[in-house]
């Protein structure tokens, strides 16, 4: 009898086990939802869409790019029966086009914006307003590329205001292709002509073939551009209090809002997408990023935008969803005076530079003597960052990554000027016993307007 009751249960723990074991290998491709039914796993959603597609393209690519095919077959471009052919197909003799190996028919190896224009018209407009079109590829390009039309929509474009892009074009020549393919082009290519006249990259930001809600909303997808000495603003917005909130809570924020109505249940704190961006209390949805800015703070020298008014109340009624009118006003003033005093200092390095061009002491050749990083190094890295850092609170970098290194190169600067004035025979710069603080700054720029 005990032979028996151990057999019985052996028996009995081996079937349990083995019900154990079908049941979780049931539920590696299922899981249970909210009523309890049990419904196919997202991988098992996945591969069951893929492979029962009527797509041409995909039941040929699901052998050749598979991991493509995956990303697109997560997207709401799959699930929305917009095909591959809808976004990469066209006619012969488009431009760029090539004809698909072994197959009568021409597709556009990377989709051109005019193609993301037939479903996202107004996206694409006002991109094409906003400094990530025409203006990013400028940049660095100059406009002799620009055919006369696009010459011409350049011109139209308000964004384009406030940057002399002069020395970054030469830049981008002494380097050369080879360096700046994986420099300068990387990030600006976001706005350069396609070979069909359309302007821009979207998958730039919206990467592709997944074309995911989360992924462009969240702010690593700015990081990939805005970053480093120039335009730190993923360095600043990490080291602020909106950042903090981001990399200590977001993996519980609503990332997949609907457009145009996210809230602060959505997103506690803002990211680079919810003040530029969003949809967001009264500020409409936008793909111009300029739209909620008051200056251009890339300038050498700020100035106010042409619109400036109207983009400071857009901005402001984001701001309003978490702040009082009094912290809101009193912010935007604060930050008005920061931008006044990293001008003030420019206009100083402006005047400082001065008497070496009226005496043909420096060279035609940007960028050829140490002179020309240091007056460049001014502006376009500290005088940038401090604004950016006041503006998006970043108290370390309005302060030694900018405000210090302001003056560290002011100091420079004043001897490198005074010994090419020295050794022409000329008279040092005439400058106040406490330069180069504000306060001197602004008593030399002050008498040049008197």
Not at 64 to 71: K, L, W
Not at 169 to 188: K, P
Not at 251 to 280: K, L
Not at 368 to 392: C, L, Q, V
Request: charged share 20%.
């Amino acid at each position: 009898m005990r032979f028996f009751r151990r057999t019985r249960l052996l028996f009995s723990a081996t079937f349990i086990t083995g019900l154990l074991l079908l049941a979780g290998a049931l539920l590696v491709g299922f899981d249970i939802d909210e009523e309890g039914r049990v419904r196919p796993a997202s991988n098992g959603v996945l591969a069951q869409g893929i492979e029962n597609s009527t797509d041409e393209c995909v039941v040929c690519h699901v052998d050749q790019t598979p991991g493509i095919v995956n990303q697109f077959g997560e997207s709401d471009h799959f699930s929305n029966n917009v095909s591959c052919s809808d976004c990469h197909l066209v006619e012969e003799g488009y431009a760029g086009s090539v004809q698909h190996p072994n197959e009568e028919f021409y597709v556009l190896p990377l989709s051109s914006t005019a193609q993301c224009a037939e479903c996202h018209r107004e996206q694409v407009a006002q991109f094409n307003l906003s400094r990530h079109a025409l203006p990013s590829y400028v940049a660095y390009a100059g406009t002799d590329p620009l055919t006369e039309d696009q010459l011409a929509m350049y011109q139209s474009i308000p964004e384009r205001g406030g940057i002399d892009s002069r020395n970054r074009n030469s830049l981008h020549a002494m380097e050369g292709e080879a360096v700046t393919r994986f420099a300068c082009e990387t990030c600006h290519n976001v706005g350069r002509p396609n070979p069909d006249g359309s302007i821009g990259n979207c998958t730039a930001c919206h990467i592709r073939h997944e074309f995911s809600l989360e992924q462009v909303r969240k702010p690593e997808t700015c990081n990939a551009c805005h970053i480093g000495p120039d335009h730190p603003q993923w360095e600043i917005y990490s080291e602020s209090g909106h950042g903090i909130s981001y990399l200590t809570g977001g993996d519980d924020w609503n990332w997949d809002a609907e457009p145009g109505n996210v809230t602060t249940v959505d997103f506690p704190a803002p990211t680079c997408a919810t003040c530029h961006m969003s949809g967001f209390g009264l500020s409409a949805t936008t793909h111009d990023v300029g739209d909620r800015l008051t200056w251009y703070l890339a300038s050498a020298i700020s100035s106010r935008r042409p619109a400036w008014e109207e983009n400071r109340v857009r901005m402001q009624q984001v701001c309003l969803a978490c702040h009082s009118n009094n912290f809101v006003d009193d912010f935007y003033d604060a930050g008005d005076a920061l931008v006044d005093s990293i001008n003030t200092w420019v206009m100083l390095s402006d005047w400082m530079m001065q008497p070496l061009k009226d005496n043909g002491l420096l060279t035609a050749q940007a960028f050829d003597e140490p002179i020309d990083f240091t007056y460049f190094n001014i502006w376009h890295h500290w005088g940038r960052t401090a604004k950016f850092g006041s503006w998006m609170q970043g108290a370390d970098y309005v302060q030694w990554h900018g405000a210090y290194e302001i003056l560290h190169d002011l100091a420079i600067l004043r001897e490198e000027v005074d010994a090419k004035l020295e050794e022409a025979g000329l008279e040092p710069l005439d400058l106040p016993d406490n330069f180069p603080s504000i306060d001197a700054a602004r008593d030399v720029v002050g008498s040049q307007s008197e």
